[in-house]
């Protein structure tokens, strides 16, 4: 089992900044990735970026690029989503995720991430 918690969401204006953090533990994670989903009212959750745990790789969504930034800190076992020049496009409740297959198996509780006009 694993247990991720993220924070760091909330209310920011157009152009602002946000940094969310995923606290993971409960196993160990050497192979694995973590993303990052989010889901707007009435659409369907969509990938934002994931990282490898044990290397280097990421990845994004093409509407993020140049804007977020995902980062991990194993000592931590925290991950991290830099949010900047944020839109109202991005408002959504933000969701971290583990994968170690094919498939997005432990998800986290989310947290909201508003972005005023």
């Known amino acids: 089992q694993a247990l991720l918690v993220e924070s760091g969401g909330g209310l920011v204006q157009t152009g602002g900044s946000l940094r969310l953090h995923c606290a993971a533990s409960?196993?160990?994670?050497?192979?694995?990735?973590i993303g990052w989903f989010r889901q707007a009212p009435g659409k369907e959750r969509e990938f934002v970026a994931s990282?490898?745990?044990?290397?280097?790789?990421?990845s994004y969504r093409n509407s993020v690029k140049g804007r977020f930034t995902i980062s991990k800190d194993t000592a931590k076992n925290t991950v991290y989503l830099q949010m900047n020049s944020l839109k109202p496009e991005d408002t959504a409740v933000y969701y971290c995720?583990?994968?170690?297959?094919?498939?997005?198996?432990?998800w986290g509780q989310g947290t909201q991430v508003t972005v005023s006009s």
């Open positions: 995720t583990l994968r170690e297959g094919s498939t997005w198996d432990y």
């Open positions: 990282i490898s745990w044990g290397g280097k790789s990421t």
């Open positions: 409960g196993r160990a994670f050497s192979n694995h990735f």
